[in-house]
């Protein structure tokens, strides 16, 4: 908006009428029935940020004390049974 057409801008905004506070909108038809949730949304962001690498190291832990044990299990040694050599 270039400098001289910013008061007519403005002049506009302020003739205009103030939105409806979130208390006095009506709750009723035209309105989702998730729309309440939308404010408690970055709250979600949240808790995603501290649950999703939790469990990204619980998966790492996990798949890693199997692979160990697997492999202990796997190159035990075994006790061969006699060769018959005729």
Do not use: C, H, K, N
């Amino acid at each position: 908006m270039s400098p001289s057409a910013a008061p007519f801008g403005f002049a506009r905004a302020a003739r205009r009428p103030p939105a409806p506070s979130p208390a006095r909108r009506p709750r009723g038809r035209g309105r989702p029935p998730w729309a309440g949730l939308i404010p408690l949304l970055p709250y979600l962001t949240v808790a995603v940020a501290v649950v999703v690498p939790l469990a990204a190291v619980l998966y790492l832990v996990t798949t890693t004390a199997w692979t160990v044990l697997e492999q202990a299990v796997l190159r035990r040694p075994q006790e061969s049974a006699p060769v018959d050599v005729r």
